[in-house]
Structure formats: structure tokens, C-alpha cells
């Protein structure tokens, strides 16, 4: 079972950026297609962007143009680079392969955009 530890989270005024990691205790080289999710308060948790082994991206209508998701399969690391943050992105972010297991959630990263 892998587990997967966020991190790069903070506090960040509207239109800034943040670059979120997320490091896999195992190997990702084997699964085939990993996502960034977040959930903000009282709300669900959802699916912002997926990229396959190959490198292949889908992102929701949400993020598009502002997020860009990336993997390092030989660092087993998974990145979402975060620019032109609005306040509506206020969540706590985790990743995940695509589709999730419940079991590999990890604790996540605060992500807080507030002039």
C-alpha cells in the first residue's frame, strides 16, 4: 500500500502562486494515471487535474490555465504548480491516484488564499 505525504501549502494573497508536492512511500512508476483533489469547507471532495504515466494531462474547467500538474516517476513525486490563486481555491489539497483509494489518502496540505 502506498502513502502519499503533501506538502507546500500556505497562506498566499490573490494572485499568487504555490507549488504542492506529494511524495509517494512506494513506487508511482506503476500507477498509471495519479490526480491532485482538494476539499474546501463543506464541501466535496474533487478531482482538479490527472496526468498518466506517459505525462498525458486533463485538468478540471476550474483550474485550466492557471494549474499546471507534473511527475517525477524516478523521485516518485507528483507536483501541481499553482499560479493566479483566488480566494475560491481556499482547500486542503491531496493527491491520489486516478481513480482514488480510499486507503492512500494522506493528510493533505492547507492551501488558504486571503488578502
Known amino acids: 500500500q502506498v502513502q502519499f505525504v503533501e506538502s507546500g501549502g500556505g497562506l498566499v494573497q490573490p494572485g499568487g502562486s504555490l507549488r504542492l508536492s506529494c511524495v509517494a512511500s512506494g513506487s508511482i512508476g506503476s500507477i498509471p494515471v495519479m490526480g491532485w483533489y482538494r476539499q474546501a469547507l463543506g464541501k466535496q471532495r474533487e478531482l482538479l487535474a490527472r496526468i498518466t504515466r506517459g505525462g498525458i494531462t486533463v485538468y478540471a474547467d476550474s483550474v485550466k490555465g492557471r494549474f499546471t500538474i507534473s511527475r517525477d516517476n524516478t523521485e516518485n513525486t507528483v507536483y501541481l504548480q499553482m499560479n493566479s490563486l483566488e480566494p475560491e481555491d481556499t482547500a486542503v489539497y491531496y493527491c491520489?491516484?486516478?481513480?482514488?483509494?480510499?486507503?492512500?489518502w494522506g493528510q493533505g496540505t492547507q492551501v488558504t488564499v486571503s488578502s
Open positions: 491520489n491516484q486516478h481513480p482514488w483509494r480510499a486507503g492512500y
